[in-house]
């Protein structure tokens, strides 16, 4: 295997990261709250902590974790919640008592959760009030479970008065909470108490030690809990450090994190963030437009990290124009494919190019990516990371030729130990010479800068000719009338499979007429959509924002 992209590097970035500089994610925790002390880490709501308060809440929490609930080294806890300030508290309180964390998505139903919860062994749950009543209907199915239940208000950790209000409106104004009764439940501020009166045992840790079970897959069949240890999210953070060294300053940084952290991406990013110093703007819910532009416009913000349909959003809304872009260097995506059109938009609004990489859950997340410099947006989704290699495998495990369409297999020190209790299935994921098979297809080309086509499964076969249906939705997404697209294959007596587009009108005048002829103009005749449906209602999409293709299928068989 050729490493044609160490040839593109730019002068200083190494080819290899240096893997043992930290023993786990505690120690990069503790080196950024020691040098970095008063500096701003998170905001949230108006609220802000710093590195010390971050340092000094996790540690009572870790605390309780230990003394309160006797949890050990190895012991799961679940944090299910969106971005608030006790997310980073909680997290990092778990980490630092050597305990391993499951994220989980506060908006699954009972039986997701219950899944969950019973396949990690979930000892400890923390949980926002507005979803305890799901976790109620879990334990009143499963009496038995040995679970402690700590929970949280929105407001938590604002100051008082604002905490008082904050938690009111919620509550009594809003209705987000419904009715829940879980015996036992202890409060958040309650664990805090409790643990800044206890001592936070230091509890040895190592690379192989398991930091998160991240769960995947659960769109495609029952989730899987993707084993990640400290030394693959070390890894990845030295990695994506040394990729970043050049364009963003230690302690000068202001990142939006708009995207959940429960879900990698926002969590990997938010860790290296926090690695440099940097202070992080956790938003809420980011649908809530006029609270995450009052955001972007309060911090001279350096980085956001997005997908294309959040940026999409944020172009779409007039009140991105008075956003002040000034101080913007890095605009990241990633969990989906980042259209044309947006890519265009965006550069054109802000004057900084949509900076694409590529990761899975089973890669902590980042293997790929676009160096930041880049002067504009490419298509590409760029060049290993240092440390990592990458290659085009076809079904039977070789490699193909530069240019030539198969799946991207990669190997590298933040790939996963695993799936959780799962050998079967880490087996089928891994080929025999240990490279990981990510599902998706791409290419690759002369200067090692890779190019993802589509997900394997998502491919559309029509009388015997591939069709990617990202080239499809960035040809539709060109024309001005439409406002979401999404492409399927359906089944067809002659051709086997057609394409066919679902589309989200922004112009209600568009015509399926006028799309069509658009279309024409972009695409090859076996490309062309056979079947175009109009949708009254947005797209069905994960809590990520990524069009969720499988969901349109079953919906829409025809």
């Given at each position: 295997m050729q490493k044609a992209w160490l040839d593109h590097y730019p002068a200083g970035m190494?080819?290899?990261?240096?893997?043992?500089?930290?023993?786990?994610?505690?120690?990069?925790?503790?080196?950024?709250?020691?040098r970095f002390g008063d500096k701003p880490a998170f905001t949230n709501m108006a609220a802000t902590f710093s590195y010390d308060d971050l340092d000094r809440a996790s540690r009572d929490f870790g605390a309780f974790l230990q003394k309160g609930l006797h949890l050990r080294k190895g012991d799961r806890v679940a944090l299910m919640m969106p971005n608030l300030l006790q997310y980073p508290v909680a997290l990092f309180g778990a980490l630092r008592a050597g305990l391993t964390v499951v994220n989980v998505n506060p908006q699954y139903t009972a039986p997701e959760l219950e899944h969950q919860l019973k396949d990690a062994g979930v000892a400890a749950v923390v949980v926002l009030e507005n979803f305890a009543h799901t976790l109620q209907q879990v334990l009143d199915r499963n009496p038995d479970l040995p679970l402690a239940v700590i929970t949280t208000e929105v407001g938590d950790l604002l100051p008082v008065v604002r905490e008082l209000l904050t938690n009111l409106v919620v509550k009594h104004v809003k209705h987000l909470v419904p009715a829940w009764k879980i015996d036992g439940a202890i409060s958040f501020h309650a664990a805090l108490r409790a643990g800044r009166v206890q001592t936070l045992d230091a509890v040895p840790l190592a690379h192989e030690d398991t930091a998160f079970l991240q769960y995947t897959g659960g769109t495609t069949g029952v989730a899987k809990g993707a084993v990640l240890t400290h030394g693959n999210m070390v890894a990845n953070l030295q990695q994506m450090a040394a990729w970043l060294a050049k364009d963003l300053l230690d302690g000068e940084e202001t990142l939006v994190c708009p995207l959940p952290l429960y879900h990698i991406y926002a969590l990997t990013s938010s860790l290296v963030f926090l690695k440099k110093g940097a202070h992080t703007v956790l938003v809420t819910n980011p649908r809530d437009m006029q609270a995450f532009l009052h955001d972007l416009k309060k911090f001279p913000f350096t980085a956001i990290i997005g997908v294309n349909t959040l940026y999409r959003a944020l172009l779409d809304e007039p009140g991105f124009a008075d956003v002040d872009t000034r101080s913007l260097k890095l605009t990241s995506a990633g969990g989906m494919a980042v259209q044309r059109i947006v890519a265009q938009r965006w550069k054109s609004r802000t004057g900084v190019p949509i900076v694409e990489g590529y990761g899975l859950t089973e890669t902590s997340p980042v293997v790929i990516s676009n160096l930041v410099g880049i002067a504009e947006w490419t298509g590409k989704i760029g060049m290993p990371v240092p440390s990592t290699q990458a290659v085009i495998l076809d079904d039977d495990g070789s490699e193909l030729p530069i240019g030539e369409v198969g799946e991207i297999c990669v190997r590298g020190p933040q790939v996963m130990a695993g799936y959780w209790n799962r050998p079967d299935e880490?087996?089928?994921?891994?080929?025999?010479?240990?490279?990981?098979?990510?599902?998706?297809?791409?290419?690759?080309?002369?200067?090692?800068?890779?190019q993802i086509t589509d997900r394997k499964k998502d491919m559309i076969v029509v009388s015997g000719f591939k069709v990617f249906p990202n080239q499809i939705e960035d040809a539709v997404a060109l024309h001005p009338g439409v406002a979401e697209v999404a492409a399927i294959g359906?089944?067809?007596?002659?051709?086997?499979?057609?394409?066919?587009?679902?589309?989200?009108?922004?112009?209600?005048?568009?015509?399926?007429?006028?799309?069509?002829a658009h279309c024409r103009q972009h695409l090859t005749g076996y490309k062309m959509p056979r079947i175009v449906e109009f949708s009254l209602e947005p797209l069905p999409k994960t809590n990520l924002g990524k069009i969720l293709r499988r969901q349109l299928r079953a919906a829409r068989p025809g």
């Open positions: 190494p080819a290899e990261v240096n893997l043992r500089e930290f023993a786990s994610l505690t120690e990069v925790l503790e080196r950024s709250c020691q880490t087996a089928r994921v891994f080929t025999e010479g240990g490279w990981l098979r990510t599902g998706d297809m791409g290419l690759v080309d002369e200067q090692g800068c890779f359906v089944a067809d007596e002659r051709s086997g499979e057609v394409v066919k587009i679902v589309v989200v009108r922004k112009d209600e005048s568009l015509t399926e007429a006028s799309l069509l």
